[in-house]
């Protein structure tokens, strides 16, 4: 006879919770158990942690915990090896139901997969900490714009090519990595197909997200980002905590669908070449950046809009240090810009990743190209450009009304200058 909730305290006991019928609807963890099977959680079946501690180690070298419809996950930790999935899901049911993840932490990746047979449900996340993953051999990536984008430690993607299969989310207490020791891959990746099936959420909510691509020097075609909306909606998305990224052509936050507005919290940072701080090719209503981004590799620009727009961005400071590395960089119409603390950069011209190829830019702190079109762009503070021959300001598109509210400097630092 079937039974609400069973506590269990072994592998074995799990196993036999687990299996068919006699299985119980609730099963609480207790303790730390070793030397897990791979498991696959039935329909309508949640697994919690009976108090602290409770975590499911599983076996190296295999994945962890699967998935089917209508599953609730909650005050658990999960550990497979960083390649593996912790977290995952049968892509052979119609629909995933409601997925739940809730105060969960993990060691391995956590994916969720719309394909072959899932073409509906609904993911609903509350507090998911990922603290090592790496997803840098996870195909299929979604392809745009000369470039494929590597997975993350949390993916959730639709990989149906119907636009009626339709993934809806609610994401919020997503972390991912720590300070000096990244995720590998991406971090935080939400996608459908560009043209097929979709993804659509209410809220993307992240804290701490640490990042660093993997991508090999020279490899132009590749990127990641430590927060990633690719083919996907969202309604609201928030960074209440630092987002960090590492390696080469890693970008901070990344946007290729539609957000209505985006709200950065904390300090937003790359240290690779090409790690651009917010890369704009989607549509957002208003972005709203309450902290510095500033960046430190070759061609790392801070701001990048080369397609799509963006109604109104609002930024605090923002400050670049290597060559190429432009302050803000527009190439579509957008509305207005403000920043309120200035744009600094520190280097001359050399190469930075667009649109998949490399090309020669000059570190300026503001550009707008051949096509942009703003209705205002203030910057209050000033502008600074500290490298020889790199303009300040350079418009080649136009502007309504430019208002910049303080000193605009360029410093050659050469011993010449």
């Keep these: ?108 990746r956590v994916e969720l997969l719309a394909r072959e047979r899932v073409r509906a449900g609904h993911v609903r996340v509350d507090g998911l900490d990922i603290e090592a993953a790496d997803a840098r051999e996870c195909l299929p990536r979604p392809r745009g714009y000369n470039v494929e984008v590597i997975q993350g430690a949390f993916t959730l993607y639709n990989q149906q090519t119907d636009p009626a299969a339709l993934i809806t989310c609610e994401l919020t207490g997503l972390t991912a990595g720590r300070d000096g020791a990244p995720v590998r891959g991406g971090g935080v990746f939400v996608s459908g197909t560009d043209g097929g099936g979709r993804v659509t959420g209410e809220r993307l909510h992240t804290g701490p997200v640490f990042s660093d691509g993997g991508i090999p020097a020279g490899t132009p075609g590749q990127i990641s980002g430590g927060v990633f909306v690719v083919y996907a909606s969202v309604r609201e998305v928030v960074n209440h905590g630092p987002v960090t990224t590492y390696g080469v052509n890693d970008m901070v936050l990344d946007l290729w669908g539609e957000v209505g507005s985006w709200t950065a919290h904390a300090p937003i940072t790359s240290y690779g070449p090409s790690g651009i701080g917010f890369v704009l090719f989607g549509t957002l209503r208003r972005l709203a950046v ?42 579509k119409p957008v509305g207005t810009i403000t920043v309120r603390r200035g744009i600094e950069t520190h280097g001359a011209s050399g190469e930075s990743l667009v649109k998949g190829e490399l090309m020669t830019l000059a570190a300026t702190a503001l550009s707008l190209k051949p096509g942009a079109r703003a209705r205002l762009v203030r910057v209050d503070g000033g502008i600074t450009t500290h490298g020889p021959g790199t303009p300040a300001v350079e418009v080649l598109g136009s502007v309504g009304e430019l208002d910049i509210n303080g000193p605009i400097t360029t410093r050659d630092p050469s011993p010449d200058g």
């Design 1 to 108: 006879m079937a039974i609400d909730r069973l506590t269990v305290s072994t592998v074995p006991g799990l196993i036999d919770a687990l299996s068919g019928a006699g299985g119980a609807a609730d099963i609480l963890i207790e303790g730390r158990l070793r030397g897990v099977p791979p498991l696959t959680l039935p329909g309508g079946v949640a697994l919690h942690g009976a108090g602290p501690g409770a975590a499911l180690v599983f076996d190296q070298g295999g994945d962890g915990l699967r998935l089917t419809r209508d599953n609730r996950v909650g005050g658990l930790r999960l550990e497979t090896a960083p390649a593996a999935r912790a977290i995952h899901n049968d892509t052979a049911v119609d629909t995933l139901g409601t997925l739940e993840l809730r105060e969960v932490s993990t060691v391995g």
């Design 290 to 331: 309450h902290a510095p981004i500033e960046t430190f590799g070759l061609g790392a620009r801070a701001f990048n809009v080369y397609d799509g727009t963006v109604e109104t961005a609002e930024f605090d400071r923002i400050v670049t240090h290597a060559d190429a590395a432009v302050g803000i960089q527009i190439s």
